[in-house]
């Protein structure tokens, strides 16, 4: 038995999420990224994460991941901010086959008591943008960067330099070209910048 679900965000990066999960690069017809979903984490820290929205004509990349059905507590922990969305396979076109995902195909989105833009006190975590942007780039190239940025709502919420001292648990290291990359795009978007309080 099985699960299958939509990655939109930080579970693009295959290195966040189990190693036997099976995963399919996509198009899910539709939807658009927003920054929307505000919480704490466990340090203390407030965050601004990724959710989606219903648009009629919008289309964002992502992936199919499959994981057998006894992975779904870890994964719905994770995803504790957010509510399930079924059947969104019809939606779903895989990259390599133009084929429908399967009819049990769900993805997450934000529950309506996290569903508010990010602000001062809920900024973007630096280190978890740099997850998401790692996925996109492993998969997409400079081009799922750039479809990144031009596919989420919301780029008015500030990020939080955090790269050195990661509030995101899920954290990576990015190789020292990519952080180059992604910062010059990020500075080309017009992103607003707040240094961590020492």
């Not at 539709?30 to 984490?41: A, D, M, N, S, T």
């Amino acid at each position: 038995m099985t699960i299958t679900y939509f990655g939109y965000g930080s579970l693009v990066n295959i290195d966040t999420i189990p190693a036997n999960a099976e995963v399919t690069p996509g198009k899910l017809s539709g939807w658009l990224r927003e920054w929307r979903v505000c919480g704490q984490g466990e340090d203390g820290q407030g965050r601004c994460a990724l959710t989606v929205r219903q648009e009629d004509g919008a289309e964002i990349w992502g992936v199919m991941a499959r994981e057998p059905r006894t992975q779904l507590a870890d994964l719905e922990r994770r995803e504790q901010r957010y509510v399930k969305v079924e059947a969104v396979g019809v939606s779903f076109r895989c990259e390599a086959l133009q084929q429908p995902g399967p009819e049990d195909l769900f993805l997450f989105q934000a529950a309506p008591e996290h569903l508010r833009w990010g602000c001062d006190q809920h900024p973007i975590l630096q280190s978890y943008l740099d997850c998401v942007l790692a996925g996109f780039f492993r998969t997409w190239g400079e081009a799922g960067i750039d479809h990144f940025l031009d596919t989420t709502d919301g780029w008015h919420v500030p990020v939080l330099q955090d790269r050195a001292r990661p509030h995101y648990p899920r954290k990576i290291t990015l190789d020292p070209d990519l952080a180059e990359l992604i910062d010059d795009k990020l500075r080309a978007h017009g992103i607003d910048y707040r240094k961590v309080k020492d």
